[in-house]
C-alpha cells in the first residue's frame, strides 16, 4: 500500500464533514484513510463510519493526546508512507502526489505542503515553521501570500496540521512523544529528525486549507510552555544550553510579559510547567537518552536552521510587535551570533 493518510478526530464532526469528501476524492486504491477516534462524546466516529464505509476507523476510549492518536493511527497504517492531516483541512486535488513525492529522496524524512488559511485564502496559515533558538515555534510566512514562498525547500520544522513521512523514518525515530500530549509536538518531531540525520522539506504546489484561528484556550500556555522546556532539555547538549542561557533568559521575560499582559490570571500555567519539569525528571532524562542515542547531527547545525527573530505579531498584538522588533531583534541576533560561534559541537 502507497499512503496512509491519518486523521485525528475529537469531537469534531463538523470539520470531519468537510474534510472527509475533498480527501476521499483525491486518493487512489493504494492508499488507505485512517480515523483515529481520540474518545469523542459527538457522535462523530459513528457518523464517519457510516457515511463513508472505505475508511478504517480506530476508537481510542480516552484522549491521550495529538501525539498518542498519530502514533495510534500509524500502528495500524498500512502504507510506506504516513501522512498526517487535521480533521479541520480541506485538502485541493494534487496535494497527496506532491507531499509524497520528495520522500523518494532517502535524505528527505518529513515533508509539510503549502497551508492556506480557509476563511483567507489569499494567506498562508504555514508554510513549514520556523523554530526560534528559544524553542519558540510559530507558522512561516503566516498572514503572506502563497507567492512568497514559491519554490520547495528545507524548514526548520514541519506544520502539524499536515504532513507526510516515511514509515522507515517514523518507526526509527519513535513515532511522536506522547508525553507532549498537545502542542509542539510537530517541532520536536522535525527535530529529532535534523538531528539524526534527515531533513524536513517545504512542498509549495500542493495546497491544503485550514480553518485556523488564534487563541489563547484554558491550558494552552501550560502545554505550551512545559513542552517548550521538554524540546530544548531533549534534544540539545548540556553545553548548548549553557550557551544559550542568556536567550533563554530573555525569552522568559518576553513570554512571562506576554502572559501578565494579556492573561494575567493564567500566570498559575507557566509555574505549572516548572513544576511539571521539576517533578518528571527521570522520565525527561530517559526521554533524552533516547534520542541522543541516534543522533548524527551536532548542534551546531541544528540551531544554524532556527531564527534569531520571533514573530511577535502572531500574538495578535500588531502595535506591541512592532515596537518588540525594534527593541529585541537586534539584542536576539546579538546573541545568537555570540553562540553560533561558541558552540562547535
Given amino acids: 500500500m502507497r499512503a496512509s493518510i491519518i486523521l485525528v478526530n475529537c469531537n469534531g464532526r463538523a470539520h470531519l464533514e468537510r474534510c472527509l469528501p475533498s480527501v476521499l476524492s483525491t486518493v ?7 480515523i483515529v477516534d481520540n474518545g469523542s462524546t459527538d457522535g462523530s466516529a459513528d457518523w464517519a463510519s457510516k457515511e463513508f464505509p472505505t475508511i478504517r476507523l480506530i476508537p481510542s476510549r480516552v484522549n491521550g493526546g495529538f501525539g498518542y492518536g498519530c502514533n495510534l493511527g500509524a500502528n495500524h497504517a498500512r502504507g510506506t508512507f504516513l501522512v498526517f492531516l487535521n480533521p ?7 496535494w497527496l502526489d506532491a507531499l509524497l513525492a520528495p520522500l523518494v529522496n532517502p535524505q528527505v524524512a518529513l515533508t509539510t505542503p503549502c497551508i492556506l488559511q480557509m476563511n483567507e485564502p489569499t494567506q498562508i496559515n504555514a508554510a513549514g515553521n520556523e523554530v526560534h533558538l528559544s524553542g519558540l515555534a510559530f507558522c512561516r510566512g503566516a498572514g503572506m501570500p502563497p507567492a512568497a514562498f514559491p519554490t520547495p525547500g528545507d524548514v526548520a520544522a514541519i506544520s502539524g496540521a499536515a504532513f507526510a513521512v516515511r514509515r522507515d523514518v517514523w518507526e ?4 511522536m512523544d506522547e508525553s507532549f500530549f498537545l502542542y509542539v509536538e510537530d517541532t520536536d518531531l522535525s527535530w529529532r529528525a535534523w538531528l539524526a540525520g534527515y531533513r524536513c522539506h517545504y512542498v509549495p504546489e500542493p495546497v491544503v486549507y485550514h480553518d485556523y484561528a488564534l487563541s489563547f484556550g484554558e491550558g494552552k500556555f501550560f502545554f505550551q510552555e512545559r513542552n517548550r522546556y521538554l524540546l530544548l532539555l531533549k534534544n540539545l547538549r548540556w553545553r548548548t544550553l549553557l550557551l544559550l542561557f542568556p536567550s533563554l533568559l530573555l525569552a522568559e521575560v518576553i513570554t512571562w510579559g506576554f502572559l501578565l499582559m494579556s492573561h494575567p490570571h493564567r500566570w498559575r500555567e507557566k509555574v505549572r510547567a516548572y513544576l511539571w519539569l521539576f517533578r518528571h525528571g527521570r522520565e525527561i532524562w530517559a526521554r533524552r537518552q533516547a534520542v541522543q542515542a541516534h543522533r548524527r547531527v551536532r548542534d551546531r547545525d541544528l540551531l544554524a536552521r532556527c531564527t534569531p527573530y520571533l514573530a511577535y505579531e502572531q500574538t495578535g498584538r500588531a502595535r506591541a510587535a512592532r515596537w518588540a522588533h525594534r527593541l529585541l531583534d537586534p539584542l536576539f541576533r546579538l ?4 553562540t553560533m560561534r561558541l558552540v562547535r559541537w
Fill in 28 to 34: 487512489t486504491p493504494a492508499d488507505e484513510v485512517i
Fill in 88 to 94: 479541520d483541512t480541506v485538502v485541493c486535488p494534487s
Fill in 172 to 175: 526509527a525515530l519513535g513515532g
Fill in 335 to 338: 546573541l545568537y551570533e555570540l
